[in-house]
Every structure is written in structure tokens, then in C-alpha cells.
């Protein structure tokens, strides 16, 4: 098979049409149905379905399909290591926690930016579910994410220890004060956020099933609801420290089987290594030893 045949079979699975292939491509149409057409003729198998709208996968596609995108990548990956010359340069995109974005990277941040101004890296917010799909779809190179994750095609390495409090409004005197209200709302992050997992997880341990989920975006958002006695959260000390401190929410202990969260970088288990991640990750493990020494 030619890579060119299944990098072309990739785009039309993915764009659903034989146009939208042939545009992104920066080809014509006709060079993109032949190619279509050597390849099934090749696999002696149709691997797409025509119809009014475009193309849909045939079984035999489907199968073929995550194959194309893995060879793909390892192209994609080939070039950037025949590229990479030892020196961190270029584009750099890693996944984070939002909490860990604010709370845990701005040290590492600059410190990257000052030593290696030569790489231009990204930085995406998102949930843990989030960022691992973006890690194995090779969006981005790799994540911090709520640990463990435990997949087969991952790398983990544990980077921060976290521990879990529940933030209430600032009146609510205990716990139990907040779990006993029948109007018991939780403020939490968007469905794929471990910490909201872990504290549905918390309150049904102590008997709290059914209770009313606010969403929202951001931690701020989160904060902001907390401290207006809409609900509560489970987030890390950390992140709550500054409003506790400031006198806007309480903060509540939980056990420490509870309590305890790891922040773990995760990437691809088979995937090249930039300088300039590897570089990055240097960084960052750096700067956790020094805030643990710090605390």
C-alpha cells in the first residue's frame, strides 16, 4: 500500500466527501478518486459507501481506517525526529488541567520561555477526558491530567501531589452542615472533569445520590457560585487557598483516602520525545522540586 493512497483514504474517511478531500489536499477531485479506487482494487475490498452527500466508511474501511491514521502519525513523527537536531525549537503543544495551568505551571512557564525563546509552545485547557483523547490523537504531545490513568497506550509520570478539600460557602460551619440541605447542589466543571467524578463519588459514599449539577467553564465560575451559597466543590487546597484566605469560601478535610490526587503528565507510550517537550518536562520537574522544598 501507498502511504500517499492511505493518507488520501484518511482524508475523505474524515471529510466524508471526495471534494473536501481533494480541497484540503490541494488536488483535483479525479486524482483523489483514483487513488480511492487503486487502493480497494489493491485490498480487493470497496471501503466506501457513495451516496448524494458524499462517501461513508464500508465495515471493511472502518477496519482499515485507524491503521491509515497510525501510519499517518508515524510519518508525521519520523519527519519532526529526522528534524529534531537536539535543540528545543519550533512548535510545542501540551494539554493541561485548568487548575494546573494556574496554579502549578506559571514558575515552569517562564523559566521555558526564558531559557528556550526558540520554541513557540501552546498550552490548551481542558478536562482530564479532554486531554487524554487530544494525547491519543496526537493533538497534542502530551497532557496534565488527574491521575492514575492507567491506559495501555500511555506513559504517566507522576509530577504534582494535590490534596482534595471540599469548599463551601463561607457561613457553612461543618460538613455535614452542607451535605444535610435537601436543596444540596454541587458546582463542578463540565462532564470529563475527575475532580466532579470524585466528588460524586465522596457524597455517595456518605449516602448524597441524587443532588443537582451546575456546570460551568471555568474555576472562577466555580468559585464565584461557592462563595454565593449556590453549592459546593471538591477542588484541590491549592486552588481554593486564595479565596479561603481572603474570607470568601470555608474549606472542609476530608479523610485522607479522600483527600489525596495525583497530577500526572501523560503521552503517547510509543511516541517521539521533542528536545523541546523533553526540555519543557526538565522544566517543570524542576520547579516542582522547588515548590515542594518551598512548603
Known amino acids: 500500500m501507498d502511504v500517499t493512497d492511505l493518507k488520501t483514504f484518511e482524508a475523505v474517511a474524515r471529510l466524508g466527501g471526495m471534494n473536501r478531500a481533494a480541497a484540503e489536499l490541494h488536488t483535483v477531485q479525479s486524482n483523489v478518486t483514483a487513488r480511492i479506487r ?3 482494487q489493491e485490498l480487493g475490498s470497496p471501503l466506501f459507501q457513495r451516496h448524494s452527500r458524499g462517501v461513508a466508511l464500508t465495515p471493511a474501511g472502518r477496519r482499515l481506517l485507524p491503521y491509515a491514521e497510525r ?5 508525521a513523527e519520523a519527519r519532526r525526529a529526522v528534524a529534531d537536531d537536539g535543540a528545543p525549537r519550533g512548535a510545542l503543544s501540551v494539554g493541561s488541567l485548568e487548575s494546573t495551568a494556574a496554579l502549578r505551571l506559571p514558575r515552569s512557564l517562564v523559566a521555558f520561555a526564558e531559557t528556550y525563546p526558540e520554541v513557540d509552545l501552546v498550552l490548551v485547557p481542558g478536562t482530564t477526558a479532554e486531554m487524554v483523547e487530544r494525547v ?9 491530567v488527574c491521575g492514575p490513568v492507567s491506559h495501555p497506550d500511555l506513559i504517566e509520570e507522576v509530577m504534582f501531589r494535590e490534596e482534595l478539600v471540599m469548599v463551601t460557602a463561607r457561613r457553612v460551619q461543618t460538613l455535614q452542615d452542607a451535605l444535610g440541605r435537601r436543596d444540596l447542589k454541587i458546582v463542578v466543571l463540565r462532564l470529563g472533569c475527575s475532580y466532579r467524578q470524585r466528588l460524586e463519588e465522596v457524597l455517595a459514599r456518605r449516602g448524597v445520590v441524587v443532588v443537582r449539577r451546575l456546570d460551568f467553564g471555568t474555576i472562577d465560575g466555580i468559585m464565584g457560585c461557592v462563595s454565593a451559597g449556590v453549592g459546593i466543590t471538591l477542588l484541590p487546597r491549592s486552588v481554593a ?3 479561603h484566605d481572603a474570607g470568601q469560601v470555608a474549606i472542609h478535610e476530608l479523610p485522607a483516602e479522600e483527600a489525596h490526587v495525583e497530577t500526572v503528565f501523560v503521552r503517547p507510550r510509543d511516541g517521539f520525545v521533542s528536545s523541546a517537550l523533553d526540555a ?4 517543570v520537574r524542576g520547579s516542582a522540586v522547588m515548590a515542594d522544598a518551598a512548603e
Open 280 to 283: 519543557f518536562l526538565r522544566c
Open 38 to 40: 487503486a487502493l480497494e
Open 136 to 144: 491519543l490523537d496526537h493533538q497534542v504531545e502530551g497532557a496534565f
Open 241 to 243: 487557598a486564595a479565596a
Open 71 to 75: 501510519i499517518g502519525h508515524l510519518m
